[in-house]
């Protein structure tokens, strides 16, 4: 005889959007509680802010940014500061993965057994350089270093080492073991493991991480010059303290470019790594 057919299972009614029992709508609820109280307790002006008063400043002062000052003497000097500021971006950023991958070794656990002794202590050292902002560095930085790009290289490399050696010691910890595992069977140190093993493994993820954070720091070198160290940063706090606001535009203008010509960069170079 022919079996019976299994009654086809029930539909299942999609899950309440609210449950007592759910860890993560009670998260939910309560970031979405704090962001209310944020609001209530923060003094916004927004009737003031887009009453036709204040539309009519911003629009008279965005009108002043045009037509930009693209003489030939300024434009010069916008394309110095310009590759001062790229020089900046890449030279904190390369010593940055060097000291963060130096620091991401003794930062990680190698394999299952290892001790890592120095491990909680690297931690805190990352933690510590990176919960200290670009400019906070470069502010500290121009006591020793003077006003210049040296102070904003130095800065982006202190916050940037603290960023790129975690993510370096998250790799690392996180790379498959097996590779490693068949050469310490066979006698290998820890130093050659990590040679021929895991950093085979890792050193695309450290390269994308690397560019990633060259990204953001061409934002910041960018920026740094409001407190002195150079670049287009310093044009910029320069000249908007003069309420030059044609030289202003130009020096803003060149910062998106060179922006986006970076990002294109990176987003290109990325994109080879992975293939």
């Given at each position: ?118 491990r909680g202590l690297t931690r805190w ?95 910041a070198a960018a920026i740094l010059g ?21 030289k202003t535009a130009t020096v803003l ?23």
């Amino acid at each position: 005889m022919d079996k019976p057919r299994a009654a086809n299972p029930p539909y299942r009614l999609p899950p309440r959007l609210f449950d007592a029992r759910c860890r993560a709508c009670w998260f939910a609820a309560a970031v979405l509680a704090l962001v209310v109280a944020s609001f209530w307790s923060l003094d916004l002006q927004w009737r003031q802010f887009f009453s036709w008063e204040a539309l009519r400043s911003m629009g008279r002062f965005a009108s002043e940014f045009f037509p930009p000052d693209l003489s030939p003497a300024f434009a010069r000097r916008v394309a110095l500061a310009a590759w001062e500021t790229l020089a900046m971006s890449v030279v904190g950023t390369g010593l940055a993965a060097l000291a963060g991958l130096a620091l991401a070794l003794p930062g990680s656990r190698l394999h299952p057994g290892d001790r890592a002794w120095a491990r909680g202590l690297t931690r805190w050292l990352l933690n510590a350089l990176r919960s200290i902002p670009e400019l906070v560095w470069a502010a500290l930085l121009l006591i020793s270093a003077g006003l210049g790009p040296l102070a904003g290289t130095l800065a982006l490399a202190m916050h940037t080492t603290g960023v790129l050696g975690r993510l370096f010691a998250e790799a690392i910890e996180n790379a498959p073991a097996g590779p490693g595992d068949a050469l310490r069977v066979q006698g290998m140190g820890n130093d050659r493991v990590f040679l021929y093993a895991t950093l085979p493994q890792v050193l695309p993820q450290l390269l994308s991480y690397t560019l990633y954070r060259w990204e953001n720091n061409i934002r910041a070198a960018a920026i740094l010059g409001v407190v002195g160290a150079g670049g287009l940063g310093q044009l910029l706090a320069f000249h908007m303290g003069l309420f030059q606001i044609d030289k202003t535009a130009t020096v803003l203008a060149a910062m998106l470019l060179m922006v986006a010509a970076v990002d294109a960069a990176s987003h290109g170079i990325r994109r080879a790594l992975t293939r």
